[in-house]
């Protein structure tokens, strides 16, 4: 797949739009899978969106430059299939069962927490004191957040919770081995790669749990609009935005992904927002801004290595 990589400053409104529709399209993914988890189950239905998702990107395979760095980056792209496809999507899928999808859209942004906490123990890449107060920030907001589900009589919440968590967990830990073992490889070969091996590795499960009841209509179109449009015309755009503006600015769009998420549930699905849920959102996206320097507090802390 070809990029029409052109110079920053000619695009950016297009990049600005980009960036909003992509987390509208990213926010609405856990709208889709609290439709299509109860009637798929959670691992045929994510067996079926990467696999829709491989077949969307399977043209960036076309070339045999393409080709080579897959057979010879076959198990880093296994390993970045699992752990930043099959296993977080599964998890994220299981806890729709029990969790609201703007619940979970927050939770989601606490992959950039986990992203530095891993690099600093795995890499040890340094923390900045503004980095380490973004951290502890930010799971003040997770228990923020979860504390409205205290009391909660609906069995499941709590290990629904646990699932999401182990799911941003796993995107951290992908993230920062992507950058350690796929480092050269072109980004759509990674994204193409990762949803094939992703595919391999849940088909068996996919088969073993398929659904013995008739799936409805809805539920069909939702695990089209997550293969499609949540994760293969996504994933162009994010790399769009990666060939144009850099990581950093793509990066931003974590910050809107719990916006949408919140509004698509509340007007599609009819869930509740919480003031409890609008001040975790804010407090772990406050965290999420320290910790990735978004927001710059080095000036008043006195952290010039922040700078």
């Known amino acids: 797949m070809l990029i029409d990589v052109s110079p920053n400053l000619k695009r950016p ?6 960036l909003f529709f992509l987390a509208a399209i ?3 993914s856990f709208l889709f899978m609290r439709v299509g988890t109860p009637e798929f189950g959670p691992v045929p239905l994510i067996a079926l969106r990467v696999g829709i998702a491989a077949l969307v990107l399977l043209p ?3 070339s045999a430059a393409a080709r080579g760095h897959v057979r010879s980056k076959a198990w880093p792209l296994l390993v970045v299939g699992v752990t930043n496809s099959a296993l977080p999507f599964s998890l994220f899928a299981y806890s729709t069962l029990y969790l609201n999808a703007g619940f ?13 906490l891993i690099a600093f123990v795995w890499l040890k890449t340094p923390m900045s004191r503004p980095q380490v107060i973004g951290m502890l920030v930010g ?3 997770v228990v923020t957040l979860v504390s409205d589900k205290i009391g909660s009589s609906m069995p499941g919440v709590w290990l629904a919770i646990a699932a999401v968590l182990l799911a941003t967990l796993s995107y951290g830990f992908a993230i920062n081995y992507s950058k350690t073992r796929l480092a050269g490889v072109p980004p ?3 994204a193409c790669g990762s949803q094939v091996a992703a595919t391999i590795v849940l088909l068996p499960l996919a088969i073993l749990y398929w659904p013995t009841a008739p799936v409805s209509a809805t539920a069909w179109y939702s695990v089209l609009a997550l293969g499609v449009v949540c994760t293969g015309i996504a994933y162009v755009i994010f790399y769009r935005l990666l060939e144009h503006v850099g990581s950093a600015y793509a990066a931003s769009v974590t910050f809107l992904i719990p916006i949408f998420g919140v509004i698509w549930g509340a007007i599609f699905l009819k869930e509740e927002v919480t003031p409890t849920m609008v001040a975790g959102c804010l407090i772990v ?4 801004a320290l910790a990735t320097g978004k927001l710059n507090l080095s000036s008043y802390l006195g952290d010039k290595a922040a700078k």
């Open 60 to 62: 960036v395979l076309r």
């Open 188 to 190: 759509f070969v990674v």
């Open 104 to 116: 979970d859209a927050i939770l989601n942004a606490t992959v950039p927490l986990w992203t530095g």
């Open 13 to 18: 409104a297009m990049n600005i739009a980009e």
């Open 26 to 28: 990213w926010g609405a």
């Open 285 to 288: 996206l406050l965290g999420t």
């Open 139 to 141: 799971m003040a907001g």
